[in-house]
Structure formats: structure tokens, C-alpha cells
């Protein structure tokens, strides 16, 4: 199977864009996070999907539209993933009150918490 991108390329980016319409300004979530609240898309093993599922969801965030927040998704580590627009991304995060600490956010500050799942959920799939 190729995993270098979804089975359903389109429904799939449509739902990480719904994702991160619901992020917050001043907040921030992850690709994984995103990735995690996505549900595996049909016929990809779980596994796989674990093992990809970021990488999808940063091709998603490549390919949104104008008003997707893109600026919200960051790296695990709490930082903007070096490619062109990371300075643009760093600028508007700050607009937003984002704080960074030399190139990195405080996660325990700044990640977005999805209202709409269980706290013992919600703390699983942090990343």
C-alpha cells in the first residue's frame, strides 16, 4: 500500500480542516494531535496509520484553503517545522499571544484541549 498519502486524499484533508477550525486563537495543536482525533481511514491498518497520520496531516495543512487557522498546527517538540512560511507562522502566532520560548511554545500553555472529548482521552492523545 502506498502510505504517502490517504486513500481519500480530499474527505481526509476536509476532516483535519474541520479539526482545526475548532483550534482556538492563542492556542495551538500538533499534527499528531490532529492526526489522532481524525478517525484511521478506512482500509489503512491502525499501525500505519499511527506511524503516518502526522505526515498526512501536514500535507492537509500544505494544501488548505486561505481560512483553514494553518498557523495553529505545530511540530510535537512545540515547534515550527522549518520550511518556507515558518517565519510568517511565527508572526502570526504571536499575534495571537503565542509566547515563544527562543524558537519553541509551551505546550502546557498553549496546546489546545478538544472540549469534546473525555479528560483521560483528551490527556491520551495529546501527541
Not at 31 to 47: F, H, M, R, S, W
Not at 110 to 127: G, T, V
Amino acid at each position: 500500500m502506498d502510505f504517502s498519502t490517504p486513500p481519500n486524499e480530499q474527505a481526509y484533508y476536509l476532516q483535519v480542516w474541520q479539526l482545526v477550525h475548532q483550534v482556538p486563537v492563542g492556542q495551538v495543536a500538533t499534527y499528531g494531535q490532529i492526526a489522532n482525533l481524525v478517525p484511521t481511514p478506512e482500509g489503512v491498518d491502525p499501525k500505519d496509520y499511527k506511524a503516518y497520520g502526522s505526515r498526512w496531516v501536514g500535507n492537509a495543512m500544505a494544501a488548505c484553503p486561505a481560512d483553514v487557522p494553518w498557523q495553529r498546527i505545530i511540530n510535537s517538540q512545540g515547534k515550527i517545522s522549518q520550511r518556507p512560511g515558518a517565519t510568517q507562522q511565527r508572526q502570526l502566532l504571536e499575534q495571537e499571544g503565542i509566547e515563544f520560548v527562543k524558537d519553541k511554545i509551551d505546550l502546557k500553555q498553549y496546546q489546545w484541549r478538544d472540549p469534546s472529548m473525555p479528560d483521560e482521552a483528551r490527556q491520551a492523545r495529546l501527541f
